[in-house]
Structures are given as structure tokens and as C-alpha cells.
């Protein structure tokens, strides 16, 4: 299905200069349309992203609500939380390694579709599940379709997005995983809470509404990346994103000709058609991540960055259990922790293409160790007061959105787009890996709340020193890098494009 975006009319380019991809997007945003109408057509773009945001947050948090469900436990976990609980992050771990390098190679949308639609079906068939194994295919399949969504959706949220404005569209992708969070907790809390005895069924069944919502959505609105086609020789395809795009924005000038998007790129590659040779080609997007010095240290760094907040944030996942054990009404709880999220979202919308991006990360990491350290605190006081609990949870999910917000800004941008997916690939792996690590860890420690929580702050903690001490480069407000210039002068032959 081609992704519906109006046609209209440009005047025919007089000037003899080539834009790049984002100097033409960077004009189309910040010219004044005919009809302030005109840019929801572009909004709905972003907005069917952020949605498949939201779908792989509702399917992560679901766990967390699901195992505080004793009949839930009785029936299908018996005894397994902790590989139960980890099966999804095995299955982030193996989607987000295998699909990177096939999502460079075919696409950035068609990637994302099949992941929403792994998504969907996996959270539908969980619904039906009455043995553990049969529940830990279901969660594996459906961190397999999370992996792929999460390979593709920050870099096609970014390859779409002009350069001045980039962290405001992200945080706004990002946002919709604290919908994501809100939709299960207000789920639960109408299904479970105040002794409702709801079927964990019922829960898993409307819960995976928000997958199957994104999948057509994105279907019908979101449009491949301009930047993509153009790297593989697609540059009919290409000009005809952008200017539909632009047209988005009620941007009614110059049209970008596709001789200017043309000169952006070098010569395509070209790739042999099969399974194996796709194999073949993955294993050598891996070598060329790590084959440059310079991409080498910046994937290990972004690597280290990913698993320490990934480990912070397991332990965290468990706070709804924690407070089944430290409040009255934990559901009641876990809905206002869920809602904590939101002034973290604000304050990431309005620093992010303001601040330094790199400073703004340690300043996340720093006040998520200090809050959950509070909390540790306050947990192991054996006082439980339930208004300084409350506060400090919402102190913590808010400052832990401003974290993830600013790190997956700074990933998206960190790669040239021949390889962004692939790197975004490796980089969330390694979280996956620190998810896995710290699920099963998490059930030896649930039983003692102020260690867990001790745990969880030590993770940030170490991850603001590494944070402090790593040396990426500053993107905020600067275009996208298609290619690696290393790579593009061993490769090609040619001159470096100019970028």
C-alpha cells in the first residue's frame, strides 16, 4: 500500500544551487504554509511512529502488571518469573542483531510493519497460552517483533525530521512510550484494581489494541526514508518523498529536483539477491561498524551507555511488584508512577534542541541515580510512609524519560544512515542483554525491595561516570551524516559529498 500524502503544486526551481535533504527540510519547516491545516498531514507521520512507541511499551510494561496477577502466576507462570519475564528481552536481543543490517539493506518501513504485525499477533496469541513454554514463545516472538520496531523507528523518526527541529520530533516518538505506560497501568487498575478480578486474558487482548492500531496507521501514512532510497539508487522514489513531505508542511516553493538529491549521495551499491546473500551481507554491515576506528568508539561508547540505562531501568519494571508490597493500593500507585513520566517528557521537548545533548545526559543520569537512592532509602527505612514513596516513584519515571529521551536521540544521530540501523541494532542488543541480566537477578532480590532499588541506583550511578567521561560528538541541530567518510574515500574512490 503506498502511504497517503497529498500531491500539490511547487513553482519550478530557478537557482542553480543543490539543497541537501535537510537544508530542503529545514526550508519546507520553517516557511509560513497557505493553510496551518496543511502540517497535521505531517504531524500523523510522526504520530503513527510514536503509536508504534507506545505499542512496544504497553506489550514491556504488561509483565510487570501481569505477574502481580496471582491468577495470572497460578495458571501459565508456575513458578518461572524470571525467564518468563526475560523471554521478551532474549527475543529484543536476537530481533534488534538480525534485523539492523536487513533494515539497512531493504528498508526502514518495511522492517517496522512486519514488527508491529509480529507485535500484534504475538500479544493476541498470549491471551490464549495455558502452559509456561507456550507464554515464553509468546513473549520471546513478541520481544522479536520489538527488536525490529526498535532497529527502524529511531532512525526513520529521524531521517524524516529537518535538522534545527530533530529533538522535538524524537521526544515527541519517544513521549508515546509514557502513553504506552499510562494505557497498561490504567488497564490494570480498571481490570485488577480495588479487588476486580478481570481475566489476565481480557488483559492481554486489549492490550495489544495499540500494536495492531500502529500497524495500519503506518501502513497507510508513513512513507520510507527519503535518505534510504537515495543511498541504494532509488532517487525517483527519494524526490518523490521529500517533495510529498514537504507538501506535508504546506510548503508551496522551490520543488527539490532529483538532480539535487542526486548529488547528496555516492554511486549505489550493489548487493546480491537471496536469503544467504542477505546473511552474508549482515555479517559484513557488522564488520564495517567495527572496522572504523571512529564508528568502532562511538558504538562502544553508545554500547556502555545502553547498559547501564537498561539495567537501571529493569530493576524499575519491578516497581509495581515493589509496591504490592510497600502501599495499599499498588495499582492505584503504579498509575500515578506511570503518570510521573510526564513532566520529564515536557522538559526533554523543551531542552533537547536547546542544550547540549551530551550534557543533558549525564544531568539524566545523575538525578535517576539520586532519586532511586532516596527511594532505597525510604524503602529500607521500615516507615513506608505512602506520600514519600509516591513522590519519589514520580521523581524517578520523570527523570528516567528525560534519560532515555536524550540517549536515544543521541544513538539515532550518532550513525551515518548506511549504517544507523545497524548500529541502533548492536546498541540496543547490548540493553537487551542488561534487561535479561537483571530480570533474572530481580526475583532473588523482589522479596527485599531497598536492595533491588540499591541495585537499580548503583547502574545509574556507574552510568554517569561513563556518561561523563565519553566523548561523543555534539549533533544537536546538525544534519544527518549519510555516509562514514572513512568508508565512503576506501569504498567509492571519489570525493567526499559535502554533508
Avoid at 460 to 470: A, D, K, N, T, Y
Wanted: proline share 4%; net charge neutral.
Amino acid at each position: 500500500m503506498t502511504p497517503i500524502l497529498s500531491e500539490y503544486k511547487y513553482k519550478p526551481l530557478t537557482s542553480g544551487k543543490h539543497r541537501t535533504i535537510d537544508d530542503f527540510y529545514e526550508e519546507a519547516h520553517s516557511h509560513e504554509p497557505g493553510k496551518y491545516i496543511q502540517r497535521l498531514g505531517y504531524l500523523v507521520i510522526f504520530a503513527s511512529l510514536g503509536l508504534a512507541n507506545t505499542g512496544d511499551s504497553a506489550e514491556i510494561g504488561s509483565m510487570g502488571f501481569l505477574l502481580a496477577n496471582q491468577d495470572f502466576r497460578d495458571e501459565v507462570v508456575q513458578g518461572k518469573d524470571g525467564i518468563v519475564a526475560s523471554a521478551t528481552y532474549f527475543g529484543m536481543l536476537f530481533g534488534g542483531l538480525c534485523c539492523g543490517p536487513v533494515c539497512d539493506r531493504m528498508g526502514r518501513r518495511i522492517v517496522l510493519v512486519g514488527g508491529l504485525a509480529l507485535n500484534a499477533t504475538a500479544g493476541i496469541l498470549m491471551a490464549f497460552t495455558s502452559t509456561p513454554y507456550e507464554l515464553i514463545l509468546c513473549r520471546f516472538l513478541l520481544g522479536l517483533g520489538i527488536g525490529m520496531i526498535v532497529t527502524c523507528l529511531l532512525a526513520l523518526t529521524s531521517e524524516h525530521a529537518p535538522s534545527k527541529s530533530r529533538g522535538t520530533y524524537l521526544n515527541f516518538v519517544s513521549s508515546f512510550w509514557t502513553i504506552g505506560a499510562i494505557w497498561v497501568a490504567v488497564l490494570a487498575y480498571e481490570m485488577f484494581g480495588h479487588g476486580r478480578e478481570t481475566s489476565w486474558r481480557i488483559y492481554c487482548l486489549v492490550n495489544a489494541i495499540p500494536s495492531a492500531t500502529a500497524f495500519l496507521l503506518v501502513l497507510c501514512f508513513v512513507p520510507e526514508s527519503a535518505r534510504y532510497l537515495g543511498l541504494n539508487g532509488k532517487y525517483k522514489e527519494a524526490t518523490k518523498v521529500v517533495n510529498n513531505i514537504a507538501g506535508s508542511l504546506g510548503y508551496v516553493g522551490d520543488k527539490m529536483s532529483e538532480e539535487e538529491l542526486k548529488a547528496q549521495f555516492p554511486p549505489a551499491k550493489t548487493y546480491d539477491e537471496g536469503f544467504w546473500a542477505t546473511v552474508k551481507q549482515s555479517c559484513k554491515a557488522y564488520g564495517n561498524l567495527f572496522a572504523n576506528s571512529s564508528t568502532r568508539s562511538r558504538t562502544m561508547v553508545v554500547q556502555g551507555l545502553w547498559f547501564f540505562t537498561s539495567f537501571g531501568t529493569g530493576t524499575s519494571l519491578w516497581i509495581p511488584r515493589i509496591l504490592s508490597e510497600l502501599v495499599n493500593d499498588p495499582y492505584l500507585f503504579s498509575l500515578l508512577y506511570a503518570c510521573g513520566s510526564v513532566p520529564g517528557i515536557l522538559l526533554a521537548g523543551f531542552l533537547l534542541d536547546k542544550m547540549e545533548r551530551t550534557r543533558l545526559l549525564t544531568i539524566g543520569f545523575a538525578l535517576t541515580t539520586c532519586t532511586l537512592a532516596c527511594l532505597a532509602v525510604v524503602a529500607a527505612s521500615g516507615t513506608n510512609s505512602q506520600i514519600a514513596i509516591l513522590i519519589l516513584v514520580c521523581l524517578f519515571h520523570s527523570c528516567l524519560c528525560l534519560l532515555w529521551s536524550t540517549l536515544s536521540i543521541i544513538s539515532a544521530e550518532t550513525f551515518p544512515t548506511e549504517i544507523r540501523s545497524t548500529a541502533m541494532g548492536v546498541c540496543s542488543a547490548t540493553g537487551r542483554f542488561a534487561f535479561v541480566v537483571v530480570h533474572n537477578i530481580s526475583p532473588i532480590l523482589v522479596g527485599t525491595p531497598p536492595y533491588l532499588v540499591a541495585l537499580g541506583s548503583v547502574a545509574f550511578g556507574v552510568g554517569l561516570i561513563f556518561s561523563h567521561f565519553s566523548q561523543l560528538p555534539s549533533q544537536t541541530g546538525a544534519p544527518l551524516k549519510d555516509v562514514e567518510a572513512p568508508l565512503l574515500a576506501n569504498e567509492h574512490k571519489m570525493p567526499l559529498p559535502r554533508q
